[in-house]
């Protein structure tokens, strides 16, 4: 069963722009994690944040964690054609905080 | 360091049939996933080894898919017998300790049933 639903399904912006994209979940959870998707390859790490922060910041990307709404988002700044993929949130829940995945959001950067 | 290696790439076999995906993690990684992603969607938990030994199976449908994880290292995914819906990609990925750690993938392996 999905836990993480991402907001919006799809995005199309202009290089250069920012790109927000929401994730929300139902049951408590020990981590948020997002990963990023190129066509044909697996999944790589982008930022993972754990229950008790609220903003983690890895180059051009800012992760928030809202515990209260039950809601994370993603923002890429200055975004380049590179970074056209999909994205997927990750919730870690229980003792051996499952990983468990949205269905993604699908960027497409123009140049 | 050396990435997640997974194999074969591609595979194509007819409902009914047998086929097995193998999978070696990164060095020193003690736990492995095996998550199965139908396209359109985000990836779904198979199974989860930490080291040897099985943390989570409850998404595995255990009537037609096995794993096991040989000297708490390298993988393999069997299904037997194949169903149309069992196309997908299998995707396998170990991280350091367990789910709190960032997971690290390989590349897949893209299954056809026909």
């Known amino acids: 069963s999905q836990q993480g639903e991402e907001d919006p399904q799809a995005l199309s912006i202009q290089e250069g722009e920012n790109a927000t994209m929401n994730c929300s979940y139902k049951t408590s959870i020990n981590n948020l994690q997002w990963y990023r998707q190129n066509s044909g390859r697996g999944l790589v790490h982008l930022i993972l944040i754990r229950s008790n922060e609220r903003e983690k910041h890895s180059g051009r990307l800012r992760v928030t964690l809202d515990t209260s709404k039950k809601s994370s988002s993603l923002l890429i700044t200055a975004s380049r054609a590179a970074d056209t993929a999909s994205y997927f949130c990750?919730?870690?829940?229980?003792?051996?905080?499952?990983?468990?995945f949205g269905k993604g959001i699908t960027l497409s950067v123009r140049p | 360091e050396a990435g997640v290696a997974q194999s074969p790439r591609y595979k194509i076999i007819e409902k009914r049939q047998s086929v097995a995906f193998w999978c070696n993690p990164i060095s020193g990684h003690a736990t492995l996933y095996w998550y199965q992603q139908i396209l359109g969607q985000g990836p779904k938990l198979l199974i989860q080894?930490?080291?040897?030994?099985?943390?989570?199976d409850s998404q595995l449908p255990k009537d037609r898919f096995s794993a096991e994880r040989l000297k708490g290292v390298d993988s393999t995914l069997k299904i037997q017998p194949a169903k149309l819906e069992d196309s997908a990609v299998y995707l396998c990925?170990?991280?350091?300790?367990?789910?709190?750690?960032?997971?690290?993938f390989g590349n897949g392996t893209r299954l056809t049933v026909t």
């Open positions: 990750a919730t870690g829940t229980g003792a051996n905080s499952k990983l468990t």
């Open positions: 990925a170990s991280s350091l300790i367990d789910s709190n750690s960032p997971l690290h």
């Open positions: 080894f930490q080291n040897n030994g099985v943390v989570d």
